[in-house]
């Protein structure tokens, strides 16, 4: 079981910049894919980004690609996204996840095996 915390969300204006963090438990964390996903009121939750084990490959959606930088910090089991140029379009919960299969991303969400609570990003005009 892999436990899944994030944190660094809050309230901005548009143009700010916002770095999340998510903090994983267990020693598998080098092993697993991590992604980002968001979820808006009455939206579905949606793909922002992910990269796998080594930090090699990474992926964005096209809303977010050129201001969101995933990456992460193995011996700290910690993934992080930095959101600059924020929008009020990116006002959302943020959700990280994780997926065994840590060699490839994926935007699918079922193809994530753990997620964790969220955290609220909001940006105003």
């Known amino acids: 079981q892999v436990q899944l915390v994030e944190s660094g969300g809050g309230l901005v204006q548009a143009g700010d910049s916002l770095r999340l963090s998510c903090a994983a438990s267990?020693?598998?964390?080098?092993?697993?894919?991590m992604g980002w996903f968001r979820q808006a009121p009455g939206k579905e939750r949606e793909f922002v980004s992910a990269?796998?084990?080594?930090?090699?490959?990474?992926t964005y959606a096209d809303s977010v690609k050129g201001r969101f930088t995933i990456s992460r910090d193995n011996a700290k089991n910690t993934v992080y996204l930095q959101m600059n140029s924020l929008k009020p379009e990116d006002t959302a919960v943020y959700y990280c996840?994780?997926?065994?299969?840590?060699?490839?991303?994926?935007?699918?969400?079922?193809?994530?095996?753990?997620w964790g609570q969220g955290t609220q990003v909001t940006v105003s005009s």
């Open positions: 996840a994780s997926r065994r299969a840590g060699w490839s991303t994926t935007t699918t969400r079922r193809e994530y095996d753990y």
């Open positions: 267990g020693r598998t964390f080098s092993t697993y894919a």
């Open positions: 990269i796998n084990w080594s930090g090699s490959s990474t």
